[in-house]
């Protein structure tokens, strides 16, 4: 979506900002290489974290070193690297963690594995731009959520008049088309956008 807004804009340079639930590593890789700033948050999908142990952000990624730096302070290095559904992933890990102090809040394993990506680095820069500019989910929300709003109070309180996916699909997209036009008259105004649609 965000390539086809790029090329209609016809821009250069375009900052897409999502929720996270279109989080997807590919597909920030892809804006990365189409020159399209993204901002979403991460998930949070840590199995550790869901059973009360460190997640992901407890360990730090020490580019130069390739290493992770563990919450005890020791270095998780790099042992294998692994295919995981086409992607290249990178395990690292230590043999110390069975001397650990803090082991049992970390891993019921024999030791903790972290795995990274091997286009890690693309989702570390979102995950800083995001850090460094937190009301960009505040301007997506303000911006982007009351249409749908604006559209269900259109709608009224019914269900869809047309059946199929296609036929629904068209009816939404008569509303969005609606909604966009409105919203057009009122910032530019009826003549201008008729010259812009003409043009
Ligand atoms: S269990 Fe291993 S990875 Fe976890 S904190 Fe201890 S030494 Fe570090």
């Known amino acids: ?26 597909d920030i890789l892809n804006c990365d290489k189409a020159n399209i700033e993204t901002y979403l948050p991460k998930p949070q999908t840590s199995g ?8 992901r952000d407890a360990f730090r990624y020490i580019a130069e070193d390739n290493e992770y730096e563990c919450p005890a302070g020791l270095r998780l ?14 395990n690292y ?12 809040q970390c891993t019921s394993g024999v030791h903790r594995k972290m795995s990274r990506w091997e286009h890690e680095e693309v989702l570390d820069e979102a995950q800083k731009r995001l850090d460094q500019n937190p ?28 059946k199929t996916l296609d036929r629904v699909s ?17 910032i530019i ?9 003409r043009a």
């Open 170 to 186: 068209t009816e939404m997209s008569l509303h969005v088309l609606a909604y966009n036009m409105k919203r057009m008259m009122n």
């Open 1 to 26: 979506m965000a390539k086809q807004a790029k090329s209609v804009i016809d821009t250069e340079e375009l900052t897409a900002v999502a929720d996270r639930g279109y989080y997807r590593g590919e």
């Open 48 to 55: 550790n974290q869901a059973k009360g142990q460190f997640g």
């Open 77 to 90: 290095v790099q042992h294998s690297t692994t295919q995981d559904k086409g992607r290249t992933l990178h």
């Open 93 to 104: 890990w230590t043999y110390k963690c069975r001397y650990c102090a803090i082991k049992a």
């Open 135 to 162: 009301d960009m989910m505040r301007i997506r929300r303000t911006t982007v959520e009351h249409p749908f709003g604006t559209l269900k109070a259109w709608m009224g309180s019914t269900h869809f008049m047309t």
């Open 189 to 197: 105004g009826t003549k201008p956008l008729i010259e812009a649609i």
